[in-house]
């Protein structure tokens, strides 16, 4: 008030989302308080306020910080009496006996992240003892967890396995771009609520250990349901080995009996590399001890049940060349997300090319291109017909949230949009919390993706969680790879109108043309980074481009 800002409160606000850092500290016994102002975007810039300066608001941010700091030193006894109820003892009678108990008998590796993730908030985690059945879903002992609602911090516990999806619309107009906040749907993982008996606390983050890897001189098998496998992959392919993918099921006589595989199961036979025997073994040795996934030896091709070794049903995967566009106006969250997961997380190389020179680049030297979300339009007719061409020889491309749009509007792939009749389609409105009609507050959403496809290699549940913000939505075809059911919303909110539009409609598709294919994601599937769950998919598209169309 004293150097004549204008403001407001309490009509809007992100305070439910414990990824946001102004938030994350309502969740372990602080206050978090978010102040946004308008940026002066240079020196000046006109304003229905009037002139908005550089130096205002460096000031106005300054004495909101100075503020802030001098209320928390005025308020400390009273933030001292809010930290010491917020971990009363108390908290932890409240979950009556109930806990929320999650697995995967497949991927470890997913698993123990998220395991790894509750101990560094230390919350209580406890071990699953016996087999547990709810519901079509079985949690192995040894293979799932149980985390106690009713602990200290009973309300991080609840945020993270937040399923709310009941907000009224008046409410839900507030929310800011946030309804939907589970971090347990993120991970893709099973989850249920369960009054079963704990076993062993766990203390120390779970860790795996595939142990010694016996030398084979016929093949190599490796699960892929385990998420370890990925950067796994794709360290074999970047040295050149030739790996194959299952585009069937089988079953092999081990040492310990039967073992499954599934569709998407890695074979990597001894002939035919460019590496020796004792080579490949060693490379194979490394990445496990490194990824933490077990590798089988086989000394046969003959199986028990399904496809042999030798069978068409193996295909080649090819060594990807992926370029992604960023620069311009493309969004630069959502282009950071593909190379954070290129560099940080599967470690593999990955190509940026700016908008302004994407004209020049010479397609065919790529083999995967990712257009996320953006304004295109520094792509003219000539470009796009180059583009198309790339795809007709081979390409894929993999459009992801608005890019999904863009490449259906300049009929870059045959895919088609909803038709909508509802006020929404005619335009964008405002909200009065300033979201646009046009987009969803952040939700989480129920989709059935079809298993024996490619894109979904890996994942062992037809229900994926996904997490949705625009109100674009993909018309089913036979292209469809995953699809959302009639009763989608899992948690947040999404309004009566969006719905009708949402349901029945299409989350990927991959549409053939020519020798190569558009693979269409409806949402972002590497949302914030976090979404490992439908990380999955958007990886199989890199690796499964060339085989993804039916």
Same mark, same amino acid.
């Given at each position: 008030?004293?150097?004549?800002?204008?403001?407001?409160?309490?009509?809007?606000?992100?305070?439910?989302?414990?990824?946001?850092?102004?938030?994350?500290?309502?969740?372990?016994?602080?206050?978090?308080?978010?102040?946004?102002?308008?940026?002066?975007?240079?020196?000046?810039?006109?304003?229905?306020?009037?002139?908005?300066?550089?130096?205002?608001?460096?000031? @106005?941010?300054?004495?909101?910080?100075?503020?802030?700091?001098?209320?928390?030193?005025?308020?400390?006894?009273?933030?001292?009496?809010?930290?010491?109820?917020?971990?009363?003892?108390?908290?932890?009678?409240?979950?009556?006996?109930?806990?929320?108990?999650?697995?995967?008998?497949?991927?470890?590796?997913?698993?123990?992240?998220?395991?790894?993730?509750?101990?560094?908030?230390?919350?209580?985690?406890?071990?699953?003892?016996?087999?547990?059945?709810?519901?079509?879903?079985?949690?192995?002992?040894?293979?799932?967890?149980?985390?106690?609602?009713?602990?200290?911090?009973?309300?991080?516990?609840?945020?993270?396995?937040?399923?709310?999806?009941?907000?009224?619309?008046?409410?839900?107009?507030?929310?800011?771009?946030?309804?939907?906040?589970?971090?347990?749907?993120?991970?893709?993982?099973?989850?249920?609520?369960?009054?079963?008996?704990?076993?062993?606390?766990?203390?120390?983050?779970?860790?795996?250990?595939?142990?010694?890897?016996?030398?084979?001189?016929?093949?190599?098998?490796?699960?892929?349901?385990?998420?370890?496998?990925?950067?796994?992959?794709?360290?074999?392919?970047?040295?050149?080995?030739?790996?194959?993918?299952? #585009?069937?099921?089988?079953?092999?006589?081990?040492?310990?009996?039967?073992?499954?595989?599934?569709?998407?199961?890695?074979?990597?036979?001894?002939?035919?590399?460019?590496?020796?025997?004792?080579?490949?073994?060693?490379?194979?040795?490394?990445?496990?001890?490194?990824?933490?996934?077990?590798?089988?030896?086989?000394?046969?091709?003959?199986?028990?049940?399904?496809?042999?070794?030798?069978?068409?049903? #193996?295909?080649?995967?090819?060594?990807?060349?992926?370029?992604?566009?960023?620069?311009?106006?493309?969004?630069?969250?959502?282009?950071?997300?593909?190379?954070?997961?290129?560099?940080?997380?599967?470690?593999?190389?990955?190509?940026?090319?700016?908008?302004?020179?994407?004209?020049?680049?010479?397609?065919?030297?790529?083999?995967?291109?990712?257009?996320?979300?953006?304004?295109?339009?520094?792509?003219?007719?000539?470009?796009?017909?180059?583009?198309?061409?790339?795809?007709?020889?081979?390409?894929?491309?993999?459009?992801?949230?608005?890019?999904?749009?863009?490449?259906? @509007?300049?009929?870059?792939?045959?895919?088609?949009?909803?038709?909508?009749?509802?006020?929404?389609?005619?335009?964008?409105?405002?909200?009065?919390?300033?979201?646009?009609?046009?987009?969803?507050?952040?939700?989480?959403?129920?989709?059935?993706?079809?298993?024996?496809?490619?894109?979904?290699?890996?994942?062992?549940?037809?229900?994926?969680?996904?997490?949705?913000?625009?109100?674009?939505?993909?018309?089913?075809?036979?292209?469809?790879?995953?699809?959302?059911?009639?009763?989608?919303?899992?948690?947040?909110?999404?309004?009566?109108?969006?719905?009708?539009?949402?349901?029945?409609?299409?989350?990927?598709?991959?549409?053939?043309?020519?020798?190569?294919?558009?693979?269409?994601?409806?949402?972002?599937?590497?949302?914030?980074?976090?979404?490992?769950?439908?990380?999955?998919?958007?990886?199989?598209?890199?690796?499964?481009?060339?085989?993804?169309?039916?």
């Amino acid at each position: 008030d004293n150097i004549g800002s204008f403001y407001y409160t309490k009509e809007s606000f992100d305070n439910k989302n414990p990824n946001f850092g102004s938030t994350y500290p309502d969740y372990n016994g602080g206050v978090g308080i978010l102040f946004e102002q308008g940026s002066s975007r240079g020196l000046q810039q006109e304003s229905d306020n009037g002139l908005v300066t550089l130096p205002f608001t460096i000031r @106005n941010q300054l004495v909101t910080t100075i503020a802030t700091v001098d209320a928390a030193h005025g308020n400390r006894e009273a933030l001292f009496d809010l930290q010491e109820e917020f971990f009363t003892p108390e908290r932890g009678t409240r979950g009556n006996g109930r806990s929320y108990i999650v697995g995967d008998s497949h991927d470890p590796t997913r698993l123990h992240k998220f395991i790894a993730l509750l101990l560094d908030h230390r919350l209580e985690v406890y071990e699953n003892p016996n087999d547990i059945v709810v519901g079509d879903i079985t949690y192995e002992s040894g293979k799932s967890y149980l985390i106690p609602a009713g602990q200290a911090n009973s309300a991080l516990v609840g945020i993270i396995f937040d399923d709310k999806a009941d907000w009224t619309d008046e409410v839900a107009d507030k929310l800011g771009y946030g309804a939907g906040f589970s971090v347990a749907y993120s991970t893709g993982l099973s989850y249920d609520e369960s009054n079963a008996a704990l076993g062993n606390r766990v203390t120390v983050a779970p860790v795996a250990n595939p142990g010694s890897l016996a030398r084979s001189e016929y093949a190599y098998l490796i699960d892929f349901r385990d998420s370890g496998s990925l950067p796994l992959l794709f360290h074999l392919l970047d040295k050149g080995v030739r790996v194959q993918s299952a #585009f069937k099921p089988f079953t092999i006589n081990g040492a310990g009996g039967e073992k499954e595989f599934s569709n998407g199961s890695l074979l990597i036979p001894i002939q035919n590399q460019n590496l020796s025997s004792a080579e490949l073994h060693a490379l194979l040795q490394e990445a496990s001890e490194r990824e933490g996934v077990a590798i089988t030896p086989v000394a046969t091709g003959f199986n028990a049940r399904g496809v042999d070794l030798g069978s068409s049903s #193996f295909r080649r995967v090819e060594q990807p060349k992926v370029l992604v566009v960023t620069g311009g106006d493309v969004t630069s969250t959502e282009a950071g997300e593909v190379w954070h997961l290129f560099d940080q997380q599967l470690r593999y190389p990955l190509t940026r090319v700016d908008a302004d020179v994407f004209s020049r680049v010479p397609l065919q030297e790529f083999n995967r291109i990712v257009f996320v979300s953006g304004n295109y339009s520094f792509l003219n007719d000539r470009d796009i017909d180059n583009l198309k061409g790339w795809i007709r020889n081979g390409g894929s491309l993999i459009a992801v949230n608005g890019a999904t749009r863009w490449a259906i @509007n300049n009929k870059v792939t045959s895919a088609k949009l909803v038709e909508r009749s509802d006020s929404v389609a005619e335009g964008p409105t405002a909200s009065r919390s300033g979201r646009s009609a046009n987009r969803l507050p952040t939700s989480v959403f129920e989709t059935r993706i079809d298993l024996e496809h490619p894109l979904a290699f890996g994942l062992t549940r037809e229900k994926l969680p996904v997490v949705r913000e625009n109100t674009f939505f993909l018309a089913s075809s036979p292209d469809a790879v995953a699809s959302y059911p009639d009763e989608p919303l899992l948690n947040g909110y999404i309004s009566s109108e969006h719905l009708e539009g949402l349901k029945g409609s299409a989350s990927i598709l991959a549409t053939p043309s020519g020798r190569g294919n558009v693979i269409l994601f409806a949402e972002n599937p590497l949302f914030r980074g976090t979404w490992d769950g439908t990380r999955r998919t958007f990886v199989n598209a890199v690796l499964f481009g060339n085989n993804s169309s039916r």
